[in-house]
């Protein structure tokens, strides 16, 4: 998720000293900073570009597909920005003050993202189903604490978070970058100080040096792990600390006393901006980003910097100096706060579908971030509390995170009081046995009606989400490869269910049946991994992670003769694979897993395919939420068709074109559609966990259609 950083106030006057105990002086021994600025146009202009780029990216991603380069934009403008400040105090009062330069930027910041989270919160109280309050509990903790980025770091990595409606607190990572940046670095400059004393050497030489190697340092880093693992790269604050270091270089070099030829420096600010943009236009989410792919917006704002106001033909400086820019760079930071809740929450308040609620969200981000800027940020900002003493700023900012903490402790509370009562129902009707329940109400050999299941939703959706597969007893583990055991008692498994995580959702009524049939099984799947010897079309490491697995897998079964059938489940679609030789993708899949099979070692007889299950649509858990609520029957409200529901299974046609007299497959699709739709609730039973995978209550109950669909020989 793109975003921005924190913007600067666009006067870089200093604002007045705070009332209070001065801290002990760190001191400079020579000038560092070499001219003192006014305001700088060419910033704002970059400040309205950027945020236009990230708002237009989040709106339209089809239009900005790499409007997300609008954040580093924004890093490259803080660094030069508050190492400017920081080299003008240690001039200006021979001293760098962490507590001033630290409460300077928690009245700059604090107050309205205090507010956007506060507002939002309520809205997602008061709107947005209990499903989606678990991720949103935990982003407005994270947000609170600025540690956003490490949130999205870590649930990037997990298989179920695609499948995730996007927080509207997503776009908090870069505040959390931009403010950890505001920690560290003043930091690294007293140390560059502290070290320059000690050798008695010139302390602007040392700041030059430290900035640099940490400069460098960081993008040798980004440009690594970008390749190594993109996404939790992403929001890294050490893979992004370049981007501010490069600005905080042309603070040092003293850009904005620029002495070059005007000619020179007018070329310089068009190829700057060329940069940003053409990067925002031929960038997409494809793009391996950050690493080497951020230097053309980074450097872009670099040149712009650096060539500053020149007068002359050609010049930008008459288009930066416009009022309609420098004000949207003046409400830059608000507007971007702003625009992402409203992008992601109208929709839900206005009970449609987004489209065109994204030119609405557009429409109101500015009016809201001119009143935010005009009554809370420039009121804290220049207002009282800049007359008090230092310990009611922190005392204030440590007030307003604590009242947000407690609020998503009390979304914890009221969400697990719904669980447990959830979870008490559910007991409660799986132990009374209700006839026709789940998939035996659709089954087409004996027609079973329930009236009393028409209202029912077993699981509620809230508690489907916490819910996991069938119990399984870890026997063996490998690099990649988890062997766990399920089925009845016994000396040997000998049967092996073997996929991604959709064949770890089959467990329970593949458990089911072997329990019934005396037989014992042993799970091998690993998320996002299907049983096949095609490549995964994914980045590293996940692909080299997948084919680790895979081979694991074909190991651990040539030792282990007494496993005669394998039943492989895994996602339908036949997307995610390289599509070499003129085939196509599902051509592809298809040839993976028809290989696979062919390795298998000569004692399994049997393979199983189990045709996958239907996937729900996008916000169906909400709409069977609405139905509880309503009353209503929620199968029939919230089915979607037949053709959206059901992807192409490759496995499907691998099997069908393999001619390998062990493959035989198993399609239960009717016990989740008829002929023209699939439904998400099924005889008072709920289907889906999430999206895509089938919850262990439903599943169970597809047990004796699989039964009747194995063969007698199974194991």
């Known amino acids: 998720m793109a975003t ?33 600025i006014g305001h700088r146009y060419e910033v704002q202009a970059l400040r309205a570009l950027a945020v236009l780029l990230v708002i237009g990216y989040h709106a339209w991603p089809e239009v900005v597909p790499g ?72 982003e407005l903790r994270a947000s609170v604490l600025y540690i956003e980025n490490f949130q999205l770091a870590s649930s990037s990595v997990d298989y179920f978070a695609s499948a995730e409606d996007p927080s509207p607190l997503q776009h908090y990572w870069s505040l959390s970058v931009e403010e950890q940046f505001y920690v560290l670095w003043p930091v690294l400059m007293i140390v560059a100080l502290a070290l320059a004393r000690g050798f008695m050497a010139a302390p602007r030489t040392w ?7 940490a400069t460098a340092a960081s993008f040798a880093y980004s440009v690594i792990r970008t390749g190594a693992d993109p996404v939790p790269t992403y929001f890294s604050t050490v893979a992004r600390a370049w981007e501010f270091g490069v600005g905080a270089l042309l603070a040092l070099a003293g850009a904005q006393a620029a002495r070059g030829p005007m000619g020179l420096r007018i070329a310089v600010g068009w190829v700057g901006l060329v940069a ?50 420098q004000r949207v760079g003046d409400l830059s930071y608000s507007a971007y706060l702003w625009h992402w809740p409203l992008i992601v929450l109208l929709p839900v308040v206005l009970g449609v579908t987004a489209g065109w609620t994204a030119a609405l969200a557009v429409a109101v981000t500015f009016p809201l971030a001119a009143l935010t800027m005009q009554y809370v940020e420039n009121p804290v900002r220049y207002g009282r509390l800049t007359r008090l003493p230092l310990r009611w700023t922190f005392g204030a900012a440590l007030a307003g995170m604590a009242v ?50 028409e209202l029912m939703v077993v699981p509620t959706p809230l508690e489907a989400k916490e819910t996991e597969n069938a119990p399984c007893e870890i026997v063996g583990r490998g690099e990649r490869l988890r062997v766990c055991r399920f089925g009845a008692e016994g000396d040997d498994p000998t049967v092996a269910l073997i996929g991604d995580s959709h064949a770890s959702a089959w467990r329970a009524p593949v458990d089911r049946v072997a329990q019934a049939r005396g037989l014992q099984g042993v799970s091998l799947t690993y998320t996002g991994c299907p049983f096949s010897t095609a490549s995964r079309d994914v980045p590293e490491p996940a692909r080299s992670r997948c084919e680790q697995f895979r081979d694991e ?87 979607i068709s037949r053709d959206e529901a059901l ?8 099997a069908s074109q393999a001619g390998d007299p062990r493959v035989s497959v ?50």
């Open 666 to 715: 198993v399609d239960l699709t009717d016990r989740f559609c008829d002929d023209r739709r699939c439904y998400p609730v099924v005889g008072g039973a709920l289907v889906h966990r999430d999206q895509d995978h089938i919850n262990p209550v439903f599943g169970a109950t597809l047990a004796p259609a699989l039964d009747r669909a194995l063969p007698p020989t199974l194991g």
């Open 67 to 138: 409007g997300y380069v609008g954040v580093d934009v924004f890093f490259a403008i803080s660094g030069l920005l508050i190492t400017t400040a920081l080299l003008r105090e240690g001039d200006r009062r021979d001293t760098v003050s962490l507590r001033y330069f630290w409460a300077r930027r928690l009245r700059r910041l604090l107050p309205a993202a205090l507010l956007v989270l506060g507002v939002t919160a309520i809205v997602v109280f008061l709107a947005v189903p209990m499903t989606r309050w678990a991720q949103f509990l935990d």
């Open 404 to 453: 947000l903490l407690a609020v998503a402790a009390l979304g914890d509370a009221i969400r697990e009081r719904e669980l447990r009562q959830a979870a008490d129902r559910t007991r409660a009707t799986l132990a009374s046995g209700p006839p026709c329940f789940g998939a035996a109400s659709r089954d087409p050999d004996q027609p079973c009606v329930n009236r009393r299941l």
């Open 553 to 639: 897998v074909f190991a651990w079964l040539e030792g282990q003769p007494q496993i005669r059938t394998v039943v492989t489940v895994a996602l339908a679609g036949g997307s995610g694979v390289v599509a070499d030789g003129g085939r196509t993708q599902e051509q592809a899949a298809a040839d993976g897993y028809a290989d696979a099979w062919r390795r298998l070692p000569d004692t399994v007889e049997q393979i199983i395919v189990i045709r996958d299950n239907p996937k729900a649509g996008k916000g169906t858990d909400e709409c069977v939420q609405r139905a509880i609520d309503a009353k209503r029957p929620a199968g029939p409200a919230c089915a």
């Open 207 to 213: 700041v030059l040096w430290t900035v640099g190697v």
């Open 647 to 654: 992807d192409p299974d490759p496995q499907v046609a691998a």
């Open 276 to 325: 940003i943009v053409i990067s925002a236009f031929a960038y997409s989410d494809a793009t391996v980003f950050p690493g080497v792919a951020a230097t053309l917006p980074v450097l872009g704002a670099i040149a712009v910097m650096w060539a500053g106001m020149p007068r002359g033909r050609g010049s930008l400086a008459p288009v930066f100096r416009h009022r309609a820019v």
């Open 4 to 36: 921005r950083t924190t913007p600067e106030p666009h006067r870089l006057t200093e604002p007045q000293p705070d009332v209070g105990r001065p801290e002990p002086p760190t001191k400079v021994y020579a000038r560092l900073s070499p001219a003192v």
